[in-house]
């Protein structure tokens, strides 16, 4: 590992590059905030799929390519005389302080050994702590990304309403809402309401998403998962259709259920 030192010197080699790239590279100096945004949200997705996958070497990439993109951000930001990287390092030191009291007094210095709550305390009463800031004006639900993917949204709200107390007192309780949700969307499958039929499913997918939360599973993980079964199997389906010299459209569903049960029994 890094000594303290190397790992400055480090972050000082990746400004003094982006300082040269902005300064000398066509490309690099026309970017823009806006431009290289969906190059981050592509990054941010290669980091989670090296970290599901247990992949170390490309999980130390991929941390250094989202590095890449913050620093980039934090030039442009420079430029406009807006802020430069050392705001944004001290806006999140200063918040993780303030969010931290049980870590960090109030005049910077460490909370004595001992003194700290555990580790379930601190969880249950992390959102009203975060509400703290602004003066109090903070609301538990603003921090969420109206543009955040639905799944992890979700999810975000379920934790941040559990570090308010708001959560079942066991999650064996949870069923009962899932079960009562799938009611609901069985009778507003009956209706002619559209409308409303996506309302319940909506209810289903997120009182779902609160029983994988309550069970320590990643419902984002979960779901992946289930998508690159079903691409592995559809793929062996289709690929077994072709050598028969068919196509999908030619077979009957019976058909296709006997060569899905194939893939299926070989682990696919």
């Not at 992949?55 to 406009?80: C, N, P, S, W």
């Not at 390092?89 to 909370?111: A, E, Q, W, Y």
């Amino acid at each position: 590992m890094h000594t303290r030192e190397e790992k400055i010197e480090a972050f000082g080699r990746l400004l003094d590059i982006m300082d040269a790239l902005r300064e000398k590279c066509p490309w690099n100096a026309e970017q823009t905030m806006e431009s290289i945004r969906p190059m981050t949200e592509e990054e941010v997705y290669e980091l989670s799929d090296a970290i599901i996958n247990h992949d170390v070497k490309e999980t130390a990439k991929e941390i250094g390519d989202l590095l890449y993109h913050m620093v980039f951000y934090a030039r442009i930001g420079q430029e406009g005389g807006d802020f430069d990287i050392a705001d944004s390092i001290n806006k999140v030191c200063d918040k993780m302080v303030f969010r931290h009291p049980h870590v960090f007094r109030k005049d910077g210095s460490l909370v004595p050994e001992g003194e700290a709550p555990s580790a379930k305390e601190i969880a249950d009463t992390w959102e009203l702590v975060k509400a703290k800031e602004k003066d109090g004006n903070k609301r538990v639900m603003s921090g969420i990304p109206a543009a955040m993917p639905a799944i992890l949204k979700a999810l975000s709200m379920q934790e941040k309403a559990r570090g308010c107390g708001f959560d079942w007192d066991k999650k064996e309780d949870v069923w009962a809402k899932v079960k009562e949700e799938v009611g609901e969307v069985d009778e507003a499958s009956r209706e002619d309401d559209s409308a409303h039929l996506t309302e319940e499913f909506g209810d289903l997918m997120f009182s779902t998403i609160n029983a994988a939360r309550l069970y320590g599973v990643d419902p984002e993980v979960a779901l992946s998962t289930t998508c690159e079964k079903f691409r592995r199997r559809f793929t062996y389906l289709e690929e077994q259709t072709m050598r028969k010299g068919r196509d999908l459209k030619s077979m009957t569903l019976a058909e296709m259920d006997a060569i899905w049960d194939e893939a299926k029994k070989q682990g696919l």
